[in-house]
């Protein structure tokens, strides 16, 4: 059986377009007509078929490369079967239909005669294909349009491509809107000003669509023949690749900034993806607040230093000192990991310690749980501190701020996170609202949440939005500690065990139940004085619950 070489067809007038997915692989078996790869312009995304049938021997192309009419895409083992509408002397290789619409909607020569006045600009040749529905529209009325600018994404269920305009001016009416279905010759906008145009102007001049002579002739004849196989990537109903759903320059822009487009969600049209999601997406991984999967993957929870410009990690064989089992750390684990790892490097953290006599309100709790009994809620000291944070957040608003960049978004609610410690490790659930919520409201929804957290229960929503955090190791001990601020707020309270102390009234020692406080902020945000002033304040309210109410 004979190799034979299959290459780039006739793609109209790209020169050098970039391949960007490689569809088959050495050893695959690839029938007449199956996309062997996928190529990409700034106008237009389409698949390269195989003109003949066979087995892949050899892939002369990789990811990346530029490849042009006649490049060699990869040797087959050819079985006899060819593509039906490749006659046997045409090159192994078929031009689709998308390069056949950006080579007819080539612009007219920079010596066109220069126009003024309302210009018509029409849908080009866009191959065999009819009926396609707009999908984006690029510019508005009022916009001064470039000779060759991209004014809207069409898109059938085959190819999606971009109609460039064919004149220069500003843009006076646009035609057409999301959803309408164009064909060849279809009035797309008019245009006004200084025009370069192919055809002479008179009054309302139409620049007329470049002749379908002015498409090659091999690209027509294949045309038909490859639409069946291109770029099912942008038809977002039988995505056959998995490629994301998005116009070749939404493609272009997310690779200029390395953004994974299949890791974006799509907000257009059904689900495609806008440039606007590219932005969000590039704007939440900066600001820490999502990860790319390549980032993940490098940044395991106990984080390698490499990127801090550290030595590295300090690998020991640990069998050699004893037994030893492995074990991989859950998903939450390895997820709250690597946050923690991040808010620990990132924020400037500063911890003040300090101790609330709670003497009273414990005796309080403790008479309020015995009245309550059969209501079956029971109030814990945490209750009360999520109401008495409320109010001295409410006092120092910037405990209840974010960052961002170099301004402060100050939050006019106050949805209190607290620490839940679960099989599978921590968790922050969140009181929403808990300024409008009395203690017992509070008591109820924290035992709701925690009892969620605990058997693996809570929705993203139920662990999102909190603006200051809450961590209660009061129940099982120690005296204080240091939590990590959950970014992207920026402080948070660690209570530990009240005990009884010794604390001097004046004139003599007497007991007292002392809850101690540690606060820890953010120093970008808050000073010392500030965070002294914020544990004085909670310890007063704590001392006498009345100030809440003050
Ligand atoms: N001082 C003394 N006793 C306290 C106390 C305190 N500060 N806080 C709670 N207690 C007591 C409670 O009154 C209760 O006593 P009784 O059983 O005698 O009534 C007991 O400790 C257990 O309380 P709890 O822990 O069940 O309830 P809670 O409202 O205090 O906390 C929750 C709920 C979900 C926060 C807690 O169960 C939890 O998971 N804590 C761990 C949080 C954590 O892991 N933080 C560390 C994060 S950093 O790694």
Same mark, same amino acid.
């Given at each position: ?32 007509? @199956? !996309? #062997? ?7 237009a995304? *389409?698949? %390269?078929?195989? &003109?003949? =049938? /066979? +087995?892949? $021997? ?31 002397s ?58 060759e @600018? !991209? #004014? ?8 999606? *491509?971009? %109609?460039?305009? &064919?004149? =220069? /001016? +500003?843009? $006076? ?50 045309a ?22 998005a ?21 257009g ?14 704007k939440? +991984?900066?600001a ?28 020991v ?21 690597a ?58 608003p ?54 969620k ?56 020692f ?41």
């Amino acid at each position: 059986m004979a190799l034979v070489e299959v290459k780039v067809p006739d793609i109209g007038d790209f020169d050098e377009v970039a391949v960007i997915e490689l569809l088959v692989k050495v050893g695959d078996t690839v029938k007449a007509e @199956q !996309s #062997l790869i996928t190529v990409e312009s700034d106008k237009a995304s *389409m698949e %390269i078929p195989s &003109s003949t =049938a /066979g +087995v892949v $021997k050899e892939l002369r192309v990789k990811l990346g490369d530029k490849v042009k009419q006649g490049s060699v895409v990869l040797m087959v083992e050819a079985s006899g079967e060819v593509a039906a509408a490749a006659p046997a002397s045409v090159p192994a290789v078929a031009a689709v239909s998308a390069p056949v619409a950006a080579a007819s909607v080539a612009v007219p020569a920079a010596s066109a005669p220069v126009a003024s006045g309302p210009v018509e600009v029409h849908i080009p040749d866009i191959g065999d294909f009819k009926d396609v529905a707009v999908i984006e529209i690029f510019v508005k009325p009022g916009d001064a349009i470039k000779m060759e @600018q !991209s #004014l809207i994404t069409v898109e059938s269920d085959k190819a999606a *491509m971009e %109609i460039p305009s &064919s004149a =220069a /001016g +500003v843009l $006076k009416e646009l035609k057409v809107k999301i959803g309408d279905k164009v064909n060849i010759g279809d009035l797309l906008a008019i245009l006004e000003g200084s025009v370069a145009a192919a055809a002479p102007v008179a009054g309302a001049a139409s620049v007329p669509l470049p002749a379908p002579t002015a498409v090659p002739a091999a690209a027509v004849v294949t045309a038909t023949v490859v639409a069946a196989t291109t770029a099912p990537a942008h038809n977002p109903g039988a995505s056959t690749l998995g490629l994301p759903h998005a116009s070749p320059s939404v493609r272009k822009f997310a690779r200029e900034l390395g953004v994974p487009l299949e890791e974006v969600k799509g907000n257009g049209p059904k689900g495609r993806i806008t440039q606007d999601d590219v932005q969000s997406f590039t704007k939440a +991984v900066m600001a820490g607040a999502t990860q790319t999967k390549a980032q993940a993957a490098k940044a395991p929870a106990g984080g390698d230093g490499a990127a801090l410009g550290l030595i590295p990690w300090p690998k020991v064989d640990f069998a050699k000192f004893g037994p030893i089992e492995r074990k991989e750390m859950g998903r939450i684990k390895k997820i709250s990991g690597a946050n923690l790892l991040r808010n620990a490097i990132m924020i400037p953290a500063v911890t003040n310690h300090d101790d609330a006599d709670i003497t009273e309100l414990e005796a309080f709790r403790v008479s309020t749980n015995k009245e309550n009994e059969k209501s079956g809620v029971k109030v814990t000291m945490l209750a009360f501190l999520i109401k008495a944070c409320v109010a001295a957040l409410k006092k120092y608003p910037e405990f209840n701020s974010s960052l961002d960049g170099d301004a402060l978004v100050y939050k006019n609610y106050w949805h209190i996170g607290f620490a839940a410690d679960t099989p599978n490790g921590l968790m922050v659930p969140v009181i929403r609202d808990a300024d409008k919520k009395g203690i017992l409201q509070i008591s109820q929804e924290m035992g709701e949440l925690a009892k969620k957290a605990r058997d693996g229960k809570l929705s993203p929503a139920e662990m999102t939005g909190a603006t200051f955090t809450i961590s209660s190791l009061g129940g099982i001990g120690g005296k204080y500690f240091t939590p990590i601020i959950n970014a992207p707020e920026v402080a948070i309270l660690g209570v530990c065990k009240s005990t009884h102390e010794p604390v001097w009234d004046g004139k003599q020692f007497v007991p007292r139940l002392m809850l101690p406080l540690s606060l820890t902020w953010d120093h970008r945000v808050i000073d010392g004085a500030a965070a002294a002033r914020f544990n004085a304040y909670l310890g007063q309210i704590l001392g006498d619950f009345r100030r809440v109410l003050l």
